[in-house]
Each structure stands twice: as C-alpha cells, then as structure tokens.
C-alpha cells in the first residue's frame, strides 16, 4: 500500500510560483513511477506532468511545458514547480504512484494510488 500527502497549494497572482510536494509513504519507492494531474470544477482529472523511477525521464502536458517542472528524490519526495503560473491552472492537484509501466504514463487508469490533493488558485 502506497500512500500519498500533497502540500505546498494555495492562492497565486498570475505570473507567480508555487512548488507542491508529495510525501510517499512506502520503501519501495524507487520502484514507482510519479505524477502530477489536476482537476478545475466541471472538468475531468487531467494529466500534468510524471517521472520515471529513476528520474532520468519526464513527461508533461503541453499546456504547461517550460513553466512546470517534475522531479522526485531518494527521500520519497515528489516536486512539481509551477512558474509563470496563469489563471487556467487553478485546480485541485493530485499526486499519483504506479509501477506496472516501464515509462512515464499520462493516464488516469494507470495510476494505482492518489493522494487527497491541494488546491491551486491562480488570481488574474
């Protein structure tokens, strides 16, 4: 059983930054993959960006290419680092764990285990 705990959310003018950071509870974490994704009212849970387990390769939605970046250390901590941040990304972020894959996944269903999430609001 993995389990996941997101901080670092909360209220941003356009243009700032914020970090978010996901504690894995597990000791086996270099065996999991890690992601990002993110869900606005009304709208479905979207992928934002994820790691491979080695953290030699990421990937990332095209929306926040250049202005987010993904990283992970061997202290069972994920980073997502939200720059240049636009009213668009305000969202309950979630952070996600799976280790049936060999790469890095953009899909919902092949995430095993979701943390509670943190909430973004980016003020215009």
């Known amino acids: 059983q993995v389990q996941l705990v997101e901080s670092g959310g909360g209220l941003v003018q356009a243009g700032g930054s914020l970090r978010l950071s996901c504690a894995a509870s597990?000791?086996?974490?270099?065996?999991?993959?890690m992601g990002w994704f993110r869900q606005a009212p009304g709208k479905e849970r979207e992928f934002v960006a994820a790691?491979?387990?080695?953290?030699?390769?990421t990937n990332y939605v095209d929306s926040v290419k250049g202005r987010f970046t993904i990283s992970r250390n061997s202290e069972n901590m994920v980073y997502l680092q939200m720059n240049s941040m636009k009213p668009e990304d305000t969202a309950v972020y979630y952070c996600?764990?799976?280790?049936?894959?060999?790469?890095?996944?953009?899909?919902?269903?092949?995430?095993?285990?979701w943390g509670q999430g943190t909430q973004v609001t980016v003020s215009s």
């Open positions: 996600a764990a799976e280790r049936k894959l060999s790469g890095v996944s953009g899909v919902f269903g092949d995430y095993d285990y």
């Open positions: 597990v000791r086996t974490f270099n065996t999991y993959a």
């Open positions: 790691i491979s387990r080695a953290a030699v390769t």
